[in-house]
């Protein structure tokens, strides 16, 4: 598939619009990684510690690389340490324990690659990135029950106003189950929070088309539905960017959500290691959102549809819902 593009590639201040690519995977260690981007773009490492590496100062900014696990990020493995009566601090072997940490987490903890915001043209640069991690034989969703990985994607807005943010999450639910089934999200990722679907009640609250809320009520309406950052497109980061701290009221890990005027889709899978998969297929699906949130006639009829349409008694992905969907969608 050509690497597709929404039809606004710019914001309506004139600068292009970005986007901010997050992929997590296995396989790999955290030095190897950053030896790729750099091979790739050019840059620098600055190693944080074992768990955190930075490639700075590629064309688009800085790469950030982790071990995406609370336990070694913040250390919590040194506290369980000194319950068992070995301290780490000053003690010589400290590196050495952390690099056999670090070196155990890459086949099993999910190493995580956070793009800098770029330009939505420079993306396709980042299949370079894809094809290399494949070729370093990264582990991607689907081989292993324990492999929950996921692609992020963070599309910058054209315009942050209500109007914008509130079209886009009427074409997002409204293309849920299609997206889901599009997209073959694995099963091991359905079972996990971070990716929990919206209450159907919220659903169906806001795809009907007489929904036309203020900011103030979109974003309540929100946290009284979903006071979590687990959703397959979690409004928050956008929110707070618009509302401030009144976009977290009552969100159990606020300090994590980050104010920003972007989208964070979390749904798709990061097939990293399947040589079909791409990064242009799973960023179709979000295009194809844009597309439908800049027709708010076709929304309208779609969300009147949907609410005299009855889905599958017992919940879960609605196939005949994913099919009708088709129908008004582009070929």
Not at 60 to 75: A, M, N, S, Y
Not at 89 to 109: M, N, P
Not at 139 to 161: D, I, K, M
Request: charged letters at 25%.
């Amino acid at each position: 598939m050509d690497f597709p593009f929404p039809e606004r590639l710019h914001r309506s201040d004139g600068q292009p619009r970005r986007l901010g690519v997050e992929l997590e995977f296995a396989g790999l260690e955290l030095h190897r990684i950053c030896e790729i981007i750099m091979e790739l773009y050019g840059g620098h490492v600055e190693q944080r510690d074992p768990f955190v590496q930075t490639v700075a100062g590629t064309c688009w900014g800085d790469f950030q690389v982790e071990i995406d696990t609370t336990l070694l990020k913040e250390r919590t493995y040194a506290r369980l340490l000194r319950k068992v009566g070995l301290d780490m601090e000053g003690q010589s072997y400290k590196g050495r324990v952390e690099d056999f940490l670090a070196r155990a987490a890459s086949t099993i903890v999910p190493h995580e690659i956070v793009s800098p915001p770029m330009p939505m043209r420079d993306v396709p640069e980042l299949e370079k990135l894809r094809i290399r991690l494949q070729q370093e034989h990264a582990r991607g969703t689907r081989l292993s029950v324990l492999y929950a990985f996921g692609l992020h994607l963070n599309p910058e807005l054209a315009e942050v106003t209500t109007e914008a943010a509130l079209a886009h999450l009427k074409a997002f639910l409204l293309l849920f189950d299609w997206l889901h089934i599009k997209g073959e999200v694995d099963w091991s990722r359905r079972v996990t929070p971070y990716i929990d679907p919206f209450p159907d009640p919220y659903r169906r609250l806001v795809t009907d088309p007489s929904y036309q809320p203020d900011i103030e009520r979109l974003v309540s309406d929100y946290l009284h539905h979903n006071p979590t950052r687990n959703r397959a497109l979690d409004m928050l980061p956008l929110f707070r960017e618009m509302v401030g701290d009144r976009a977290v009221r009552g969100v159990a890990d606020a300090a994590m959500v980050k104010a920003r005027p972007a989208f964070h889709y979390r749904l798709p899978n990061c097939r990293i290691d399947e040589p079909e998969w791409t990064l242009a297929q799973e960023w179709h699906g979000w295009v194809i959102v844009e597309w439908l949130a800049a027709r708010p006639e076709l929304m309208a009829e779609m969300g009147e549809r949907y609410y005299h349409h009855k889905g599958p008694h017992l919940g879960g992905i609605d196939r005949q819902w994913a099919e009708l969907c088709e129908t008004w969608l582009p070929a």
